[in-house]
């Protein structure tokens, strides 16, 4: 994982945090959330591609679950 991701995760998991205990909207939570999740179904598709398998994605919703 590089420095980006591993910045964009810690980012993403407090928002997730702050979120789920009503601390923040939503809206804002999928501002924070959002470039993590687009890095990640990026990534995910390279590799997929790569092994010609199906990509694994992940949803703002089932992040936050």
């Known amino acids: 994982m590089t420095?980006?991701?591993h910045m964009l995760?810690?980012?993403a998991q407090k928002?997730?945090?702050l979120y789920n205990t009503g601390?923040?909207?939503r809206k804002q939570a999928k501002e924070e959330i959002d470039p993590y999740?687009?890095?990640f179904n990026k990534k995910s598709k390279e590799i997929a591609k790569?092994?010609?398998l199906k990509p694994k994605?992940?949803?703002f919703s089932s992040?936050?679950?």
């Open 3 to 5: 420095h980006e991701a």
């Open 9 to 11: 995760l810690l980012r």
């Open 15 to 17: 928002a997730r945090t």
């Open 23 to 25: 601390k923040i909207s």
């Open 37 to 39: 999740i687009n890095l």
């Open 50 to 52: 790569k092994y010609n």
């Open 57 to 59: 994605l992940i949803t």
């Open 63 to 65: 992040f936050v679950r």
